[in-house]
């Protein structure tokens, strides 16, 4: 150590830093040490969502519907990420991860997670949610307990609405055993016949009806404030079919029923290079998912050994995939208790902001002078999303708009985005829209639209080979006196106007000529043939991002070491390449000061000595979905910030149609900062810092801030 300062201060001060780091052990960046588990990590954030269900400061039907996206976060991640690494192991092709585990030693370790996770969501709804419900009116009953006159009401809507839509299915040599649909409730029911023989028979519970049947209400019990709610009472559909079981089987004796649930594979490939139509192929693999092979299997802690055995057998699974779960087995099924008429018990509404006209020609609905004078950001869901409908209708209607080029992702159900874009190709624009037919789990939905977008001759491309586009933007040419302009919006979030309200996201609105050319450059690349690859501003993947995202982080460590303190700031629902991983682990080597706003996975282990001392990274699970992607260099001062779609993910990265934009206006490079990444970075209300093993705490500063509170605040003044 003696002559690495002798050997600084001989070339002076300003180099002592370069001096050291020079002279540090040296370390290997692979070490599969220095980096955590994707699969791992993407249970640490179910954890946290688990952890907002248990946080008394939440409204009482908040905590249940935090519990119910626990639910159906873990049915996604056995169908797609548990179903990949079981595609590896029969395919014996490994993808070995950073950390360097096995696809076998992950699956086991997964195991060990998940059965956790359950244990302490079914704590949680059993110890702390129930009680507080029933204090409330909210009485979630099982049919045993039910009163005469609960049980009769049960009864009669089993008679009207449940037993006609029943479909019984026995299991004998003339009757093989039945095919069973991934996520739905079914009994496994033991009958004897007059001859004393032992039969098993199947009864599914109709995915359309409710997990909790609703009871009549009744009025009962004054509230602190005064007011007398309404009580109301459930009893679990699967119990109430039980009850009734001897309807569906007549004649028989009922030895015992027993519910049980089960998870098939989701991810299924599409072979679409060898497509001649890829909307026929893609439609056939949607069909082909429910014969996925079982993944996981979910049953009651009553459930005999030997039902248990004959599930395994006839399902073709691994028995160490069956999770026996002491209470409810679809805690997605709770979500249906969250649309109880309790406003009292819910997050306080807020309405978000609107876009003000600024000038008479908006307020005659001329939203395009606004974007011609300066660009435009919206933050959603503070500010309202309808400014986006607006763009779009006034696009559609404008007889001055020649064109409409359009990315759609996930759509969603009645889209005014679609019906927008109908109504454009109806007033004789040229509309071309890249519907992106390989959504996971909204390609039924996307297919509906590509086929009524090409009905009214819209221009509709699926996608492009071995890519998902999962960019969002829109493109609006119109002829002005000055001659043609391109209007352009770009967003992080989806054009659906649904999870718009839940989700927080950008919108950027520009006539920036440059930007303009760049998305008409894009979509060319879309629709037609194109090998450009010098785009003047936006970072397009798999083309350029990459290598641009690289080489910014690279100038940043660059910076640092020329003395001009060197910042980075992320925010990103993912963190999980393993080359950005590595860069972060350089530039922090290197002295830079790195904060990550990082929602879910992250691969990336901060504050390891000698490694990444100087990076922070702070996840947040509130009120709204965390969507938003933003990258902040600060640039020797010169500070630039980018938005757009793209995680931190190999996909994203390369195998992905992606976006990031770069912000040219100042005050919004400020709102990025001071607004949003700072207050997140802040956040000790709602954030928890990750620690280098890989879990996450909570702030040692104690306080109530809560930055997306903060948002509402500032954007409702």
Known sequence: MQS???????????????????????????????????ELS???????????????????????????????NLDEFFMVRVAGLKQQLRAQIVETPADGASPAEQLAAIRRGVSELYEQAQACLRDELLPELAAEGIHLLGHASLSDKHRDRAARYFEELIAPVLTPLAVDPGRPFPHISSLCSNL??????????????????????????PLKRSSGGVRRDGTAPKNHYFVPVHELIAAHLDQLFPGMDIVVSHPFRLGRDADLEIQELEASDLLEAIAETVWRRQFGSVVMLAVGPACPGHIRALL?????????????????????????????????????????????????????????????????LLHHP?????PVIDFLDLAARDPKVRAIKQTLYRIGRNS???DALLEARQNGKEVAVLV??????????????????????????????????????????????????????????????????IYTDFSLFTADSRLGADASDLFNYLTGYSAKTDYKTLLVAPISLRERLEALILREIAHQRAGRQGRLLFKANALADKRIVQLLYEASRAGVEIDLLVRGVCCLRPGVEGVSETIRVVSIVGRFLEHSRLYYFRNGGAEEVYVGSAD??????????????????????????????????ADASKGRSMRPEGFYERPSLRSTTDSQHQLIVKHAG
């Open 648 to 681: 931190l993910m190999p996909r994203n990265l390369d195998r992905r149609v992606e976006l990031l934009c770069p912000i040219r206006d100042p005050k919004l490079v400020r709102y990025f900062v001071d607004d949003v990444l700072e207050p997140g970075l």
């Open 188 to 213: 496994a029911v033991l009958i004897r016949d007059r001859a004393g023989i032992m039969r098993f028979a199947r009864v599914k519970v109709p995915g359309n009806l409710p997990a909790f049947v």
């Open 42 to 72: 993407a249970l640490e954030f179910q954890r946290r969502v688990l952890e907002e269900a248990r946080d008394p400061g939440n409204p009482l039907l908040e905590r249940v519907k935090f519990l119910a996206i626990l639910g159906s």
């Open 436 to 501: 992106e037919l390989k959504a996971r789990f909204d390609e039924e939905s996307n297919i509906e639209w590509a086929k009524a977008l090409e009905h009214e001759g819209v221009h509709v491309i699926y996608g492009l080979p071995g890519l998902k586009t999962h960019a969002k933007l829109a493109l609006v040419i119109r002829e002005e006196p000055d001659g043609i302009r391109r209007y352009v919006h770009l967003g992080t979030g989806n054009y659906n106007p649904t999870t718009a309200q």
């Open 416 to 418: 005014p985005v679609v």
């Open 382 to 386: 503070f500010d309202s999303f309808k």
């Open 312 to 376: 395994v057998k006839n399902l073709e699974m691994d028995e160490r995939d069956v999770y026996v779960i002491d209470g409810e087995l679809d805690l997605s099924g709770l979500m249906g208790l969250y649309e109880i008429d309790r406003p009292d018990l819910k997050f306080r509404p807020f309405h978000p902001a609107p876009l003000a006209p600024v000038s008479v020609e908006e307020e005659k609905g001329d939203l395009f002078s606004r974007i011609r004078k300066q660009d435009v």
């Open 4 to 38: 690495i300062v002798t050997d600084a201060l001989v070339a002076g001060s300003s180099n002592f830093k370069v001096a050291f780091e020079e002279r540090r052990p040296p370390v290997s960046l692979d070490d599969p040490t220095l980096f955590v588990n994707r």
